[in-house]
């Protein structure tokens, strides 16, 4: 009786295991995003690591070139612009609101992507590094800076982010797998897609997936802190 009642008085944890493990993923993104955006950062400053490679990669891309991949990059990256991407995924959100009739998911990743676009801007405005030489351009003139990619940015977000809050709720260990592995599959063709079109150097488009990833970690902490495994 006495241990009962001993055991009543403790305090209660601060946090579920669920929650904790979230944390602890969310930190890990976190750490994970600024370390390659900060890494690719001192890159370009230094003209070193792998922006050594920017300048290859780009003729690389240049070189490798042929129709049909043209036309298969060129509307991927058309679908995935940051305009069109905000756009369908106001639109999806508005349908998830709707179809589920739940609110707080459906936010979580339009204010994910919201702070993609912001935070993407910002940094190009304070980086203002120079795109390739337009003349490589596959699709027209396009007149923004360069770091980061915010084609590359938006999809990672928005796949990645998608991903957990549907998987992190009903998913088991081999869907999440799979449903990350295929985040990061369509992220990375999307940033190859860049590349590829001449409108981004490999740096911009690595620091662009750290980007991703660090947004994902404040969208995955915001959850968990409300919700936990929900």
């Known amino acids: 009786m006495i241990f009962a009642l001993i055991a009543r008085l403790r305090p209660a944890p601060l946090l579920r295991a669920s929650q904790q493990v979230l944390f602890g993923w969310a930190g890990a993104l976190l750490v ?34 042929n129709p049909a991949a043209t036309v298969l990059l060129g509307a ?73 990619s915010g084609h590359t940015v938006g999809i990672g977000v928005f796949t990645v982010v998608l991903a957990y809050l549907v998987l992190s709720r009903s998913g088991t260990r081999t869907t999440a797998v799979l449903g990350f592995s295929a985040a990061f599959a369509v992220t990375a063709l999307v940033g190859l897609s860049r590349l590829y079109l001449g409108y981004h150097w490999l740096t911009d488009v690595v620091a662009s997936l750290g980007v991703a990833l660090a947004i994902a970690a404040v969208a995955v902490f915001t959850d968990a802190a409300r919700n936990g495994s929900g």
């Not at 792998?50 to 003729?59: F, I, K, T």
């Not at 980086?127 to 980061?148: H, K, M, N, Q, T």
């Open 76 to 148: 991927l990256t058309t679908v995935t612009s940051p305009e069109v991407l905000t756009v369908f995924g106001a639109a999806f959100a508005l349908a998830w609101v709707v179809w589920k009739r739940e609110l707080w998911r459906p936010v979580v990743l339009m204010g994910a992507m919201v702070l993609a676009v912001v935070l993407t801007t910002l940094i190009k405005q304070l980086v203002s590094r120079s795109r390739p030489p337009s003349s490589d351009f596959l699709l027209g003139a396009d007149d923004a800076l360069s770091f980061p």
């Open 32 to 65: 994970a995003g600024d370390a390659v955006f900060w890494l690719m950062f001192a890159a370009i400053q230094s003209d070193s690591g792998l922006a050594a490679m920017d300048g290859p990669v780009h003729s690389l891309m240049v070189d490798s070139r």
